[in-house]
Nanobody, 123 residues
């Protein structure tokens, strides 16, 4: 399984970005893709998850209303739309994959990870 993130950039507070995660090499059509992030000096945290069998999603409570996950399953690409960005959203954003179509937020549930894309939000 190969995951490649893109779309990270430097933006001002209040700006928006859309991150992409291009996935390939899955052994089946049913899997889960999650977005995580790790800010400077912080632990990695889960943001949102999408499962491909039914398109169901879950987003962490702290991100609801500003971050939205979506997917183009035919293109094996999952997106994270981020609006009204704030300086505390500065982080490296990772996508991760699980071969089980579960809406999980634990890092241990994901076996494959991308290398991340950096988002910097200025004040």
């Amino acid at each position: 399984v190969r995951l490649v993130e893109s779309g990270g950039d430097s933006v001002q507070a209040g700006g928006s970005l859309r991150l992409s995660c291009a996935a390939s090499g899955f052994p089946s059509d049913d899997y889960a893709i999650a977005w995580f992030r790790q800010g400077p000096g912080k632990e990695r945290e889960a943001l949102s998850v999408l499962v491909t069998d039914d398109g169901d999603t879950v987003t962490s409570d702290s991100m609801k209303g500003r971050f939205t996950i979506s997917g183009d399953i035919a293109q094996n690409t999952v997106y994270l739309q981020m609006n009204n960005l704030m300086p505390e959203n500065t982080a490296v954003y990772y996508c991760a994959a699980s071969d089980e179509a579960l809406l999980g937020f634990k890092e241990s549930e994901y076996t494959d990870w991308g290398r991340g894309t950096r988002v910097t939000v200025g004040a």
